[in-house]
């Protein structure tokens, strides 16, 4: 299994969590392999995976849809853990339940069209 952390499924987003990477070069990286893992039959999962934090928990329903059109395995959102040290913003998922589900119901819906 091959993970890739996305960490934004929008270049902006991306770019901006990622600082100094590309979100171009990385997505035509996914690509690639992708298709030389179909040339070789070769059983290798390709996942995608992002750090579900304040600047990229809308991008969610589109971190769906960059790892459907990249044709990867898995994607795996994971909330950010923060400890509470000096300095560091509390990042609370609860907070965005109702965007979550919303953004859920929205991908469920349009997957059953």
Known sequence: MLSFSV???TKKTYEKIRQGSNFEVV????R???????????PL??????????DNVAELLDLIKLGE???????NPTP????DLPGNKKF???KYKKELKKVVDQYLVAKNQ
């Open 69 to 75: 059109s990249l044709r990867v395995d898995k994607v």
């Open 80 to 83: 950010i853990v923060e400890y």
């Open 27 to 30: 997505a035509k990286g996914i």
């Open 32 to 42: 690639d392999l992708i298709e030389e893992r179909k040339k070789r039959k070769s």
């Open 92 to 94: 609370l998922l609860d």
């Open 7 to 9: 960490d934004g499924a």
């Open 45 to 54: 999962q390709v996942h995608l995976a992002m750090v579900v934090q304040n």
